[in-house]
């Protein structure tokens, strides 16, 4: 079953709780939990995990070959990221920081100036926990951009790609990186025999492209909210969201004894999200969250039995 | 005037807390406009009370295309004549935003995945594709109760382009600014380091640093930095929530020592400011006891930028 832990606003405890749901899973199950805020991924620090590099995300970056370029300056003009720099007379180059790899301009060139290259824009890590936590059964997967790269979603798609093939069962870490121009759709694909039970994803704050590429393909979205009117405000975006991609959604409101609590459960009603778990706001569990350790907490528990008695969804469609 | 721009790499980390203080304290006595690049979850007019029908104007904003087969246009066409199914497009789209539909026996865009890049259109044998502009965004002014407007946009949800947006909140707050001589534009920039934060920072004048002494803020904010000294971009830290964890405060105070990164001020953990957050009332408004706080912080981060 593939979970994602999502939620409008930043700081709301999404990575406070999938970290601990994923721990609170793995004591009965195999739970592989997926870290796609690529651009600030926080879980293996929480969970303290030991850190190796499973591959480099890359993506295309056109190369010039002088000689062949006429000086056209097509390329230039079909690049939406203005990413290629033309000069009349001049040969074009380019900048690579803004060159999102959409291969527009290879495609246009007259003489086949430019060539498939590849830059690096992140990479792909996993880890197992290292702290004294009981689990055995729990693997993260994460990815990371390289500081200044642009094309994100990339990076969480690939990050994804690779924690599916894992989970199910069929390649293995070192396989190479899909082919820039491949049509992976793995992210749809339902793993057959997986070794794990539960897949977790943990996504960035938002509705935005990266997002969007998170939840694709999830069998259920856990949307994280706070009771206040900015966590309303974030959680009606994401629930639009969720909506559009019909994906089924259960709110879990964190901090949920701070602030307004109708605020959220009037949403609920008006939006027919329900409300899965409550967890509440302890000194205890913000003590916690500041020396990063997952947090166990009854509501925890709850929420994880919750979970483990909801019907999968998708799979009577097989 | 001085751009300055407000980031934390972590959400949460007290961002538009800090704004929305600082831009009241320094509207006391300078012109200035607030501007929130979180185009994705805007929230600062909130947290400076302002409601959404407050707002003076909101005018939607075209910053992106998006791909469609033609037919989409002849809404009474089931197929687009001119697509020969060669499938060419499949193969040209990197962000695997076209799928096969062999009922239909022609493409299929997904608009959720689509950037617009043109990509398919150009291998596409028979132009049976094309991008259209869409409404992606829309962009608020309004004037807040504390004598200053700010800026505010919306991603509509499911759009990307965020940093195209961000690039237009800043021309229509530039604007603005010009025409009211304003000292000082505040940015109140997105969680993360990605496009729209880049799109926030490209430019800025000064970049003011959010953290919280948490390991995970902490992680988050060494990667805005890395991104700040990769666009050169001169900066001051500030740390929220200080007392959550002492020794780790402290052990951020020698980070931003050993790094040459002057330490402009620590806001103390308290409940009142989730409070003041609830009732939608900047900290230094809802409890004038802070001011002392944002005082300085004000100060000291004055005083750097005219090292610049
Ligand atoms: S690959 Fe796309 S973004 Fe990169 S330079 Fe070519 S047209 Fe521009
Ligand atoms: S389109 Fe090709 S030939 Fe024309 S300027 Fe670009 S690289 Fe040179
Ligand atoms: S490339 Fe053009 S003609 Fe070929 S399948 Fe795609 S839309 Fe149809
Ligand atoms: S415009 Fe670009 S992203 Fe959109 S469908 Fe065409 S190739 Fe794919």
């Known amino acids: 079953m593939k979970i994602a832990i999502t939620g409008g606003k930043g700081g709301t405890g999404k990575s406070t709780l999938s970290t601990s749901l994923a721990l609170e899973l793995s004591h009965s199950n195999n739970v592989l939990l997926v870290d796609v805020d690529v651009e600030c991924p926080d879980d293996h620090i929480i969970l303290s995990t030991t850190r190796e590099r499973m591959a480099d995300v890359e993506s295309l970056l056109p190369v010039f070959n002088h000689d062949k370029c006429l000086k056209c300056g097509k390329c230039s003009e079909v690049c939406r990221e203005n990413a290629v720099v033309f000069v009349k007379d001049r040969y074009p180059f380019i900048i690579s920081g803004q060159c999102n790899g959409c291969g527009a301009c290879l495609l246009v060139c007259p003489s086949g100036a430019l060539k498939e290259g590849k830059q690096v824009i992140g990479a792909v890590y996993k880890g197992k926990c290292q702290r004294n936590i009981s689990s055995e059964n729990l693997l993260l997967i994460w990815g990371e951009i390289e500081v200044g790269c642009e094309n994100t979603s990339l990076v969480v798609k690939s990050t994804k790609d690779h924690a599916l093939s894992i989970a199910s069962g069929k390649s293995s870490y070192n396989s190479k990186f899909q082919s820039i121009n491949s049509n992976i759709r793995s992210s749809e694909d339902k793993p057959l025999n997986s070794p794990y039970e539960y897949i977790l994803i943990d996504t960035a704050a938002g509705t935005h492209c990266n997002v969007i590429n998170a939840l694709i393909g999830v069998d259920l979205a856990l949307a994280v909210t706070e009771p206040t009117p900015l966590g309303k405000h974030d959680l009606e975006l994401i629930l639009s969201l969720l909506k559009i991609m019909e994906t089924p959604v259960q709110i879990v409101v964190n901090k949920a004894d701070m602030g307004d609590l109708n605020l959220i459960h009037q949403l609920s009603q008006d939006s027919n999200f329900p409300i899965i778990q409550e967890i509440p706001y302890e000194k205890d569990i913000l003590k916690k969250h500041s020396r990063n350790q997952p947090v166990t907490h009854d509501s925890i528990k709850k929420l994880a039995n919750s979970i483990s008695n909801l019907p999968i969804v998708g799979k009577e469609e097989q | ?308």
């Open chain 2, 1 to 308: 005037m001085k751009t300055i721009t407000i980031l934390s790499g972590k959400g949460g980390a007290g961002k538009s807390t800090l704004t929305a203080s600082l831009a009241v304290m320094l509207a006391e006595h300078n012109k200035i406009v607030a501007v929130d690049c979180d185009a994705d979850a805007p929230n600062l007019a909130l947290v400076l009370g302002l409601q959404e029908k407050e707002f003076e104007s909101r005018e939607s904003l075209k910053t992106g295309e998006k791909a469609y087969i033609s037919r989409k246009k002849c809404q009474s066409l089931k197929f687009c004549p001119k697509c020969q199914a060669t499938k060419h497009c499949l193969d040209s789209c990197n962000y695997s935003a076209i799928t096969w539909n062999p009922e239909e026996g022609q493409p299929e865009i997904n608009e959720l995945l689509c950037t617009g890049c043109g990509a398919c259109l150009l291998n596409c044998p028979t132009k049976a594709i094309e991008l259209e502009e869409v409404e992606n965004a829309t962009i608020g002014v309004g004037n807040t109760h504390y004598g200053f407007s700010i800026v505010s946009g919306q991603l509509k949800v499911g759009e990307s382009g965020s940093g195209k947006v961000v690039n237009a909140l800043r021309i229509k707050a530039s604007k603005i600014a010009r025409e009211i001589n304003a000292k000082y534009m505040i940015l109140d920039a997105a969680a993360g380091i990605g496009c729209p934060v880049i799109a926030s920072v490209r430019g800025s004048d000064y970049a003011l640093l959010v953290t919280e002494p948490t390991p995970m803020a902490f992680s988050d904010l060494k990667k805005a930095i890395e991104l700040i000294n990769h666009f050169n971009i001169p900066c001051g830290a500030v740390i929220n929530k200080w007392g959550v964890n002492k020794d780790f405060s402290y052990q951020l105070q020698d980070y931003f020592q050993n790094h040459q990164i002057p330490l402009l001020g620590m806001i103390p953990y308290d409940i009142r400011f989730v409070e003041a957050l609830v009732n939608l009332k900047p900290a230094v408004v809802y409890e004038p006891n802070f001011k002392n706080v944002f005082t300085k912080i004000m100060k000291n981060c004055r005083s750097e930028m005219e090292k610049i």
